[in-house]
């Protein structure tokens, strides 16, 4: 009799821990992001503090978490040119919010070029634009309601220096925030929305380019002066 119960008792005990390990592993899993594979607005609709993903052409992929519900529309149709890029939002709201979300490239009409750098208001250092991500969010709260909001975007070789940064409609120019690494993501804190992308600090490889540039300019202009003046004592 006592052997039959230390038996039971020993898959009792394994059927408990089982059973536990299931449950994490269920709790802890998370859903595989959802296929948008259409061109134009692509309406979404998320509830109360559902983590849901989205990964547009195959390639860029967002991720919104609120402890609200949200709806709107993500139009993401230059995820091509965009790429393999992870961004991560994550809200804080008072109330339901209708959000719309624009991805893109460049910003052409903020002056957001590929390749091109930017002298922040709020920085001492010139920062260049590489990213190609840009994304422009846009809500129906009013200016007494209260957000808090995380924006991240995996790092990667390129971008590990970056920093977000959000165009100031006021002062008409990129302003940098505050930005740290938290598993394996630029991370932002912000109150309001606006377009955000990251810019990183120029080096001097990327000024190379440019000087060059500039000292070709010069020596042409000094070959041509002397060479008029050679022409003209000739005469």
Request: charged share 20%; proline share 3%.
């Amino acid at each position: 009799m006592k052997k039959i119960n230390t038996i039971l008792i020993g898959i009792f005990t394994f059927a408990i821990i089982f059973t536990l390990f299931n449950v994490n592993t269920v709790l802890a899993a998370s859903d595989p992001p959802i296929p948008v594979n259409q061109s134009g607005l692509y309406p979404y609709r998320i509830q109360a503090h559902n983590n849901t993903s989205y990964r547009f052409q195959n390639k860029t992929m967002l991720t919104l978490h609120s402890n609200v519900t949200i709806e709107g529309y993500i139009n993401c149709d230059e995820a091509p040119l965009i790429g393999d890029k992870q961004f991560e939002l994550e809200l804080e709201a008072e109330r339901d919010l209708q959000m719309n979300m624009t991805c893109t490239r460049e910003e052409v009409q903020k002056g957001l070029q590929l390749g091109h750098t930017y002298r922040v208001r709020n920085r001492n250092q010139n920062l260049l634009y590489q990213e190609g991500f840009c994304i422009r969010i846009q809500t129906n709260k009013s200016g007494e309601e209260q957000i808090k909001a995380k924006l991240k975007i995996e790092v990667n070789e390129q971008n590990q220096e970056g920093t977000w940064a959000f165009y100031n409609e006021t002062h008409g120019g990129w302003e940098s925030v505050p930005t740290s690494v938290q598993g394996g993501y630029l991370v932002c804190e912000t109150n309001h929305f606006s377009y955000w992308t990251i810019l990183i600090p120029e080096t001097d490889d990327d000024a190379i380019p440019a000087f060059v540039g500039i000292e070709l300019v010069i020596g042409i202009t000094v070959i041509a002066v002397v060479l008029g003046v050679y022409l003209k004592k000739r005469k």
